[in-house]
């Protein structure tokens, strides 16, 4: 994700980091160049373009920017969704912790014992989720914070986030065998396992349910038909203008086809994706303090205006 303050009126015009020029400068610099070839003719052999209306290419690029614009929301309403999923892994992080700390009962050794297992579970669920998104290896995160009796049936799960919740129950359980809390209390505990189990679920989804390809496609050859055929409808009337005029509608309509696209699966590690690292770390640091230890590891600060 980027992060930086709001840079003046020069800067953001030649601002790189965090943009799409990267992505779609070859589209952008084809059509620039199609339109000053078109130009070029068109002023050197007046006769040999027809002269066309450009009230095709207005109703034309009216629509293009619907098709664009709604584009454009259903994948931002993606990433904000992942978001707000991730700041709710947050609240039910904090508050399972301090229902953990404040009712199971730390006066035996048994009890602190259990409080450290689900609070380290806590934490390796974060990480395991945020590998599981971006298809990373989870271990170094997620074998420190793991008893080693439970490695190997770790290494054999096939949703590794989904079965560090099923520990977590485990743990719950116990907590009721030994009476460490009362009943009640393990039922508002496992009510937090439920929500984490919803984020879970939900981000799954985002990350499997791509926005339907045939409309993706519509868009696309949309987009590039329309550039293509626009320096036609705009040199008889914009002459040697027509170049820029068709650069900066190129890189508009490019420009959110492509943010679009960047977007649509906000968990990956692209400028503007989601900073699930920097929100994990804070999950970490956050329980690990609740827990009274004193060895915590470093925030994650921007690097470039970028936070992972």
């Given at each position: 994700?980027?992060?930086?303050?709001t840079p003046?009126?020069?800067?953001?015009?030649?601002?790189?980091?965090?943009?799409?020029?990267?992505?779609?400068?070859p589209?952008?610099?084809?059509?620039?160049?199609?339109?000053?070839l078109?130009?070029?003719v068109?002023?050197?052999i007046?006769s040999?373009?027809s002269?066309?209306?450009?009230?095709p290419?207005?109703?034309?690029?009216i629509?293009?920017?619907l098709?664009?614009?709604?584009?454009?929301?259903?994948?931002?309403?993606?990433?904000w969704?992942?978001?707000c999923?991730?700041?709710?892994?947050?609240?039910d992080?904090r508050?399972?912790?301090?229902?953990?700390l404040?009712?199971?009962?730390e006066?035996t050794?048994?009890?602190?014992?259990?409080?450290r297992r689900?609070?380290?579970?806590?934490?390796?669920?974060t990480?395991?989720?945020?590998?599981?998104l971006r298809?990373s290896?989870?271990w170094e995160?997620?074998?420190?914070?793991?008893d080693?009796e439970?490695?190997?049936s770790?290494?054999?799960?096939?949703?590794?986030?989904?079965?560090?919740?099923?520990l977590?129950?485990k743990q719950?359980?116990?907590?009721?065998?030994?009476q460490?809390?009362?009943?009640?209390m393990?039922?508002?505990m496992?009510e937090?396992l439920t929500?984490?189990?919803?984020v879970?679920?939900?981000?799954?989804r985002?990350?499997?349910?791509?926005?339907p390809?045939?409309?993706?496609?519509?868009?696309?050859?949309?987009?590039?038909?329309?550039?293509?055929m626009?320096?036609f409808?705009?040199?008889t009337?914009?002459?040697?203008?027509?170049p820029?005029?068709?650069?900066?509608?190129?890189?508009?309509?490019?420009?959110?086809?492509?943010?679009s696209?960047?977007i649509?699966?906000?968990f990956?590690?692209a400028?503007?994706h989601?900073p699930l690292t920097?929100?994990?770390?804070?999950?970490?640091?956050?329980?690990?303090?609740?827990?009274?230890e004193?060895?915590?590891?470093p925030?994650i600060?921007?690097?470039?205006?970028y936070?992972?």
């Open positions: 994700m980027i992060i930086r303050q003046n009126a020069f800067k953001i015009l030649f601002t790189l980091r965090g943009s799409v020029i990267p992505h779609i400068y589209q952008v610099l084809l059509i620039t160049l199609l339109s000053a078109i130009s070029a068109q002023h050197w007046p040999y373009f002269s066309y209306s450009t009230a290419f207005t109703l034309l690029g629509a293009l920017s098709f664009l614009g709604f584009r454009n929301n259903a994948s931002y309403q993606r990433w969704e992942g978001r999923l991730w700041g709710q892994l947050v609240f992080s508050s399972l912790t301090r229902q953990v404040s009712f199971i009962d006066e050794e048994t009890g602190r014992d259990t409080q689900i609070i380290h579970l806590n934490i390796a669920f990480h395991a989720l945020r590998h599981r298809g290896s989870p995160d997620v074998d420190r914070l793991v080693v439970y490695h190997d770790m290494r054999q799960a096939r949703n590794l986030p989904e079965y560090l919740l099923r977590m129950g719950l359980s116990h907590c009721r065998r030994q460490l809390t009362s009943d009640l393990i039922q508002n496992d937090r929500s984490m189990t919803i879970l679920a939900a981000c799954e985002i990350h499997s349910t791509p926005l390809f045939a409309y993706i496609l519509l868009v696309h050859r949309t987009t590039y038909l329309y550039c293509f626009l320096p409808g705009l040199a009337s914009l002459g040697w203008v027509t820029l005029i068709c650069g900066v509608i190129a890189y508009t309509f490019f420009g959110l086809d492509a943010l696209e960047e649509t699966d906000p990956g590690v400028a503007n989601l920097t929100i994990s770390r804070t999950i970490e640091i956050n329980l690990l303090e609740a827990l009274g004193s060895e915590l590891p925030d600060v921007p690097i470039k205006g936070l992972q």
